[in-house]
DNA sequence: CGCCTATTTAGAAATATTTCTAAACAGATG
DNA sequence: CATCTGTTTAGAAATATTTCTAAATAGGCG
């Protein structure tokens, strides 16, 4: 799967909010980057990181890409994770 | 809490390989340098990568300073991440 | 076809991270 | 106290990431 990639998308601040924003729906990259004071190209880099991460997956409709969540490696992430006593069992 | 430095914390292999090793109890920072292909330095770096990200919580006896996992954090990441559908509840 | 519109790619500059060597520090011990 | 052991800190070099501007691409439309 990867988690170097995985962790190193969600370190970023602009990638984490790109992906609260899409928990509410898809978005167009252009829809995205303008809640951003990035140029499109920069946030077309961030969302570039969050698809090799496979964070999120791209849907391309007419000329737009819409970009939505892909729960899929959140769950493996969180897995991952629960293996230090992450969860509420111990104590 | 600070998700930017725990993420960019769990985003370095050496990092995530230091915490799977404390899974197993605590260890002195030179055991764990010597686990690796790096000076002590550069390791003693990267535990303090880990302590400003509260992954990891220090303990000195005699003169040794031993390193151990802080749950906690762990939680708190897996709490934020569950928000994206991470868990096994939607479909 | 020729041209919009939406988006990405290339390449360069700015910034941040990782690693090393050398030196400093802190506590125990002879 | 002088020194040894375990570890960190400082500073520099190598590498990676983020951002920008400018140019390229891709698909739809008149």
New interface residues.
């Given amino acids: 799967m990867g ?2 990639e995985t ?2 998308a ?4 602009v990638r ?1 909010e790109i ?2 924003m899409l ?1 509410f729906g898809k978005m167009s990259a252009g829809e995205i980057a303008s809640k951003f004071d990035l140029t499109q190209a920069s946030v077309s880099y961030h969302l570039s990181q969050l698809k090799k991460a496979e964070l999120i997956r791209e849907n391309k409709q007419k000329n737009f890409i819409y970009y939505e ?1 892909n ?1 899929s490696v ?2 493996e ?2 897995l991952w ?8 069992n ?1 104590k």
Same sequence: chains 1, 2.
């Fill in positions: 988690f170097a962790f190193k969600l370190g970023d601040p984490r992906l609260v928990k969540l729960a959140f769950e992430v969180m994770l629960s293996q230090f006593g992450g969860t509420q111990e």
